[in-house]
Protein backbone atom coordinates (compact mmCIF):
# COMPACT_ATOMS: atom_id res chain seq x y z
CA UNK A 1 0.00 0.00 0.00
CA UNK A 2 1.12 3.17 -0.67
CA UNK A 3 2.33 4.79 2.19
CA UNK A 4 1.68 8.36 0.81
CA UNK A 5 -2.02 7.19 1.13
CA UNK A 6 -2.05 6.31 4.60
CA UNK A 7 -0.35 9.88 5.38
CA UNK A 8 -3.65 11.35 3.59
CA UNK A 9 -5.90 9.26 5.73
CA UNK A 10 -4.39 9.95 9.08
CA UNK A 11 -4.04 13.87 8.18
CA UNK A 12 -8.13 13.35 7.52
CA UNK A 13 -8.65 11.70 10.95
CA UNK A 14 -6.29 14.41 12.62
CA UNK A 15 -8.10 17.08 10.98
CA UNK A 16 -11.72 15.84 11.16
CA UNK A 17 -11.17 15.72 15.37
CA UNK A 18 -9.19 18.89 15.66
CA UNK A 19 -11.83 20.81 13.59
CA UNK A 20 -14.67 19.40 15.14
CA UNK A 21 -16.22 18.34 12.27
CA UNK A 22 -17.09 14.73 14.40
CA UNK A 23 -20.03 13.77 12.23
CA UNK A 24 -17.82 13.42 9.70
CA UNK A 25 -14.97 10.60 11.90
CA UNK A 26 -17.24 7.61 11.63
CA UNK A 27 -16.84 7.80 7.83
CA UNK A 28 -13.56 7.23 7.84
CA UNK A 29 -13.90 3.74 9.67
CA UNK A 30 -15.11 0.34 7.75
CA UNK A 31 -18.64 -1.23 9.08
CA UNK A 32 -18.08 -3.30 10.99
CA UNK A 33 -15.35 -1.80 12.98
CA UNK A 34 -13.35 -1.34 15.56
CA UNK A 35 -12.08 1.70 17.70
CA UNK A 36 -10.39 1.14 21.03
CA UNK A 37 -8.76 3.61 22.93
CA UNK A 38 -6.50 1.93 25.98
CA UNK A 39 -3.06 2.30 27.14
CA UNK A 40 0.47 0.68 26.58
CA UNK A 41 0.64 -1.10 30.26
CA UNK A 42 -2.98 -2.75 29.50
CA UNK A 43 -1.71 -4.15 25.69
CA UNK A 44 2.04 -5.16 27.59
CA UNK A 45 -0.55 -7.18 30.36
CA UNK A 46 -3.01 -8.93 27.58
CA UNK A 47 -6.14 -7.51 29.06
CA UNK A 48 -8.81 -6.16 26.30
CA UNK A 49 -10.55 -3.54 27.88
CA UNK A 50 -10.11 -0.28 26.78
CA UNK A 51 -11.33 3.58 28.03
CA UNK A 52 -13.19 3.64 24.72
CA UNK A 53 -14.81 0.56 22.61
CA UNK A 54 -16.66 0.19 19.61
CA UNK A 55 -17.43 -2.12 16.94
CA UNK A 56 -19.62 0.13 14.47
CA UNK A 57 -20.55 3.04 13.11
CA UNK A 58 -23.64 3.04 14.48
CA UNK A 59 -21.56 2.99 18.09
CA UNK A 60 -18.95 5.72 16.41
CA UNK A 61 -21.92 7.84 15.58
CA UNK A 62 -23.74 6.75 19.37
CA UNK A 63 -20.34 8.50 20.80
CA UNK A 64 -20.56 11.80 18.22
CA UNK A 65 -24.24 12.18 19.27
CA UNK A 66 -23.34 11.87 23.28
CA UNK A 67 -20.69 14.44 22.72
CA UNK A 68 -22.92 16.77 21.23
CA UNK A 69 -25.92 16.60 23.28
CA UNK A 70 -25.24 14.42 26.35
CA UNK A 71 -21.52 14.61 27.57
CA UNK A 72 -20.69 17.48 30.01
CA UNK A 73 -17.31 18.45 30.12
CA UNK A 74 -15.35 22.19 29.87
CA UNK A 75 -15.53 23.18 26.33
CA UNK A 76 -12.26 22.21 24.60
CA UNK A 77 -10.42 21.08 21.53
CA UNK A 78 -8.03 19.17 20.40
CA UNK A 79 -4.35 19.76 18.17
CA UNK A 80 -3.02 16.08 16.95
CA UNK A 81 0.52 16.25 15.87
CA UNK A 82 1.06 13.08 13.85
CA UNK A 83 4.18 11.08 12.88
CA UNK A 84 4.46 8.86 9.78
CA UNK A 85 2.85 5.14 9.27
CA UNK A 86 5.11 2.43 9.20
CA UNK A 87 3.64 -0.85 7.20
CA UNK A 88 4.20 -3.73 9.27
CA UNK A 89 2.73 -6.36 7.29
CA UNK A 90 -1.03 -7.46 5.89
CA UNK A 91 -3.67 -9.34 7.34
CA UNK A 92 -6.10 -10.77 4.94
CA UNK A 93 -6.48 -7.69 3.07
CA UNK A 94 -5.56 -5.23 5.49
CA UNK A 95 -2.68 -3.68 6.18
CA UNK A 96 -1.30 -3.46 9.07
CA UNK A 97 0.00 -0.18 10.07
CA UNK A 98 1.81 1.87 13.26
CA UNK A 99 2.12 5.63 13.33
CA UNK A 100 2.99 7.80 16.44
CA UNK A 101 1.10 10.61 17.51
CA UNK A 102 0.94 13.33 20.09
CA UNK A 103 -2.36 15.06 21.07
CA UNK A 104 -2.29 18.78 22.52
CA UNK A 105 -5.51 20.13 24.16
CA UNK A 106 -7.00 23.60 24.17
CA UNK A 107 -8.62 24.70 26.51
CA UNK A 108 -11.85 27.44 26.29
CA UNK A 109 -9.69 30.41 28.27
CA UNK A 110 -6.47 29.59 25.63
CA UNK A 111 -4.62 27.24 27.97
CA UNK A 112 -2.53 23.93 25.97
CA UNK A 113 -1.06 20.98 27.65
CA UNK A 114 0.14 17.87 26.55
CA UNK A 115 -3.12 15.70 26.58
CA UNK A 116 -1.82 12.12 25.04
CA UNK A 117 1.13 10.16 23.39
CA UNK A 118 1.48 6.99 21.96
CA UNK A 119 0.62 5.43 18.55
CA UNK A 120 -2.27 4.48 16.74
CA UNK A 121 -2.28 0.77 15.55
CA UNK A 122 -4.56 0.24 12.77
CA UNK A 123 -5.70 -2.32 9.87
CA UNK A 124 -6.76 -0.35 7.10
CA UNK A 125 -8.31 -1.64 3.95
CA UNK A 126 -9.64 -0.08 0.40
CA UNK A 127 -13.32 0.02 -0.49
CA UNK A 128 -14.30 -0.71 -3.62
CA UNK A 129 -13.72 2.56 -4.69
CA UNK A 130 -10.32 2.73 -3.37
CA UNK A 131 -11.19 4.61 -0.83
CA UNK A 132 -8.94 3.80 2.45
CA UNK A 133 -10.69 3.47 5.63
CA UNK A 134 -10.06 2.52 9.05
CA UNK A 135 -11.11 -1.62 9.79
CA UNK A 136 -9.59 -1.43 13.01
CA UNK A 137 -7.73 1.36 15.05
CA UNK A 138 -6.62 0.98 18.22
CA UNK A 139 -5.37 4.32 20.01
CA UNK A 140 -2.36 3.19 22.52
CA UNK A 141 -1.86 5.56 24.96
CA UNK A 142 1.54 5.55 26.61
CA UNK A 143 0.21 6.87 29.85
CA UNK A 144 -2.58 5.68 32.04
CA UNK A 145 -3.66 8.82 33.10
CA UNK A 146 -6.14 11.49 32.03
CA UNK A 147 -7.80 14.53 34.08
CA UNK A 148 -10.63 15.19 32.39
CA UNK A 149 -13.36 12.49 30.40
CA UNK A 150 -11.91 11.21 27.31
CA UNK A 151 -14.81 12.63 25.26
CA UNK A 152 -13.35 13.40 22.05
CA UNK A 153 -12.09 10.92 20.18
CA UNK A 154 -8.52 10.24 19.94
Known sequence: ??????????????????????????????????YKVTTAENVAKGYEAGIIY?????????????????????????????????????????VLVETPFLIVRIMRDGAMALFATGCYRDKVVADAAGTLRFAERIVVCDGARFDTLVAIPL
Open 54 to 94: ADSRAMLQDRVSALRKANIYERQRYRHIVGLPVVLGQDGGA
Open 1 to 34: MNVARLVELNAAYARTIDNEQFEQWPELFTDPCL
